[in-house]
């Protein structure tokens, strides 16, 4: 199975910061890593979908880059409604697995 | 608007079986691959199981090979998780989650509520 880790694993930041978020697969996935957003007591929400294409309806401030072992999720200008928990997901092998999460908190 | 509404879940003892049932609206169920994540409780989301547009192609965790069956009846645009010879490790929260896509899978773009399912004697 491919192993994916997020770092960091939590992560303190204030409004306005730039934030970049790690994902790094244990063997090549090409562009095939989706992000996620949850927020407490709800479902994920699709962020970024093939590495770098940004779902429908999500701010542009959010971008994906990255392709084979390492990707990017990158939040320009962190907003309130931004303090989340966010998850990477790979979708180039079965099973299609999770990181473990990025918890970002305000500081 | 896009609907998926999980059902089914509640208290079971271990070794004990459930079935899951998510709902669909909203869309055209048929052409998508549907997928099942669980969170257990203060966890992060593990992946569970996918199905083909049409049910002939079935992939699960090795944590739940043998023990879950993923299932769906596209005339009642449905979506179904048979789980099995449960364990104290298989409580969580069920998510039904859709792909983004029709031809590969890209990512779940909409999900459901959840059922939770708790594993307890």
């Known amino acids: 199975d491919i192993q994916l880790t997020q770092s960091p694993s939590f992560l303190s930041a204030s409004v306005g910061d730039r934030v970049t978020i790690t994902c790094r697969a244990s063997?090549?996935?090409?562009?095939?890593l989706a992000w996620y957003q949850q927020k407490p007591g709800k479902a994920p929400k699709l962020l970024i979908y093939?590495?770098?294409t940004l779902q429908s309806g999500v701010p542009s401030r959010f971008s994906g880059s990255g392709s084979g072992t390492e990707f990017t999720l990158t939040i320009s200008s962190l907003q309130p409604e931004d303090f989340a928990t966010y998850y990477c997901?790979?979708?180039?092998?079965?099973?299609?697995?999770f990181g473990q999460g990025t918890k970002v908190e305000i500081k | 608007e896009v609907q998926l509404v999980e059902s089914g879940g509640g208290v079971v003892q271990p070794g004990g079986s459930l079935r899951l049932s998510c709902a669909a609206s909203?869309?055209?169920?048929?052409?998508?691959?549907m997928h099942w994540v669980r969170q257990a409780p203060g966890k992060g989301l593990e992946w569970v199981s996918l199905?083909?547009?049409?049910?002939?192609?079935?992939y699960y965790a090795d944590s739940v090979k043998g023990r879950f069956t993923i299932s769906r009846d596209n005339s009642k645009n449905s979506l179904y998780l048979q789980i099995n010879s449960l364990r104290g490790e298989d409580t969580a929260l069920y998510y039904c989650?859709?792909?983004?896509?029709?031809?590969?899978?890209?990512?779940?773009?909409?999900w459901g509520q959840g059922t939770l399912v708790t594993v307890s004697s």
């Open positions: 989650g859709k792909d983004i896509a029709t031809t590969q899978e890209l990512g779940m773009d909409y």
């Open positions: 199905i083909n547009w049409d049910g002939s192609s079935t």
């Open positions: 093939a590495a770098s």
């Open positions: 063997q090549g996935i090409s562009s095939y």
């Open positions: 909203g869309f055209t169920f048929d052409d998508y691959a």
């Open positions: 997901q790979q979708l180039n092998s079965y099973p299609p697995t």
